[in-house]
């Protein structure tokens, strides 16, 4: 089992498995026997290799339990993310995540390496709008700020008055102090900030190829069928959001779990979520439906473990692009901070 061309990845011994049983254990809701012993020859050369190399591994909610559980030093929405890489203190950051999260890394991190294990982990929002299209926009609409969800390119970021995460949408918007806004690139991220503000947003046509697919009759359907409470996320359709509970950011989803303590709930995300959260709360039973990110679903162990040992892929901005882009993410962690922009 395991590599055994690759030095740095040993062997599966008795002494091994002994040495990672109770992570195992803690984790055996979510990951079989048989799959974690393909796992622990990597989650200890991983752990070796961040040692070796003053490197921390920043996972998004949406990471598979294996990542999340074992090897991720910092783990949470992408807000939390955005903040972590603005104080990391390590020589290396490896973003467990998608390719805009190791961008927003490394454009608040600038003096750091930021490593991302697959290049190819998108998005579907970030490739919805380009720079240009934002430019664009501008014209159209002469004095209008610019809000623009961090699931979008640095290019784009470098384009915009502010960023916002689902987490701050809201706020962010009326700390415009504007009545129209113009928000990209989420149409139903936008459309469920609409809801709660009297600011007049003007939407781009993204969305999320994950989140769009549910449905109200889906969410209907668990409530009658298995008598669970519904949490959705905010890239949802309205219709969708409106059939739910409750409504927020991956990270405010963990936290309402720990507030309502509901018996059953129906996550309606991205599948990992319910999988990690499976281990924090065993006493609540997780029900579908759920997504894959495809995106999200890059990242494994191995691709980890080689992005550590032969740093790549390393993600560089253009220092022109960086300096616009860090002022929309630095004015949305100022917002958060209470401060007046
Ligand atoms: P969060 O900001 O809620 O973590 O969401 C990021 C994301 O990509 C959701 O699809
Ligand atoms: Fe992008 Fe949707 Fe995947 Fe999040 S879940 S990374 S918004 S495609």
């Not at 980890?304 to 004015?331: G, M």
Request: aromatic share 6%; glycine share 4%.
């Amino acid at each position: 089992m395991a590599n055994s061309t690759d030095a740095t990845v040993p062997n599966l011994t008795e002494e091994l498995l002994d040495e990672y049983a109770d992570l195992g254990e803690s984790l055996k809701a979510r990951i079989p026997c048989t799959e974690w012993n393909f796992h622990v020859p990597w989650i200890h050369a991983i752990r070796e290799l961040k040692r070796k190399r003053n490197a921390v591994i920043m996972a998004h909610n949406y990471q598979a339990p294996e990542i999340f559980h074992t090897v991720a030093d910092f783990t949470g929405d992408s807000l939390a993310l955005a903040q972590e890489a603005a104080n990391v203190d390590a020589d290396i950051v490896v973003l467990a995540g998608v390719h805009f999260m190791a961008e927003s890394a490394k454009i608040l991190a600038p003096d750091r390496m930021i490593l991302i294990p697959d290049v190819e982990a998108g998005c579907s929002l970030a490739s919805s709008i380009t720079a240009a299209e934002v430019r664009e926009l501008r014209r159209r609409h002469p004095g209008v700020p610019v809000v623009t969800y961090v699931n979008t390119s640095a290019e784009v970021k470098a384009e915009s008055d502010a960023c916002c995460t689902s987490a701050n949408a809201l706020q962010v918007v009326e700390a415009m102090g504007t009545d129209r806004v113009i928000f990209i690139p989420d149409r139903y991220l936008g459309a469920n900030v609409a809801k709660q503000t009297s600011v007049e947003l003007i939407l781009w046509e993204g969305a999320c190829e994950v989140h769009e697919r549910f449905t109200a009759n889906q969410v209907n359907n668990v409530r009658i069928q298995f008598q669970a409470k519904v949490v959705a996320h905010p890239e949802c359709p309205p219709d969708v959001t409106s059939a739910a509970d409750f409504v927020g950011s991956t990270s405010a989803m963990s936290a309402w779990l720990k507030r309502e303590q509901p018996s059953r709930v129906a996550l309606i995300t991205e599948c990992s979520m319910a999988d990690n959260l499976r281990v924090e709360f065993p006493e609540i039973d997780f029900v579908k439906p759920c997504n894959l990110c495809p995106h999200m679903q890059r990242i494994t162990l191995p691709g980890i473990h080689r992005s550590l040992r032969d740093l790549t892929s390393e993600v560089h901005v253009p220092a022109d692009v960086a300096r616009r882009a860090r002022y929309a993410l630095e004015r949305m962690l100022a917002i958060g901070r209470g401060e007046k922009v």
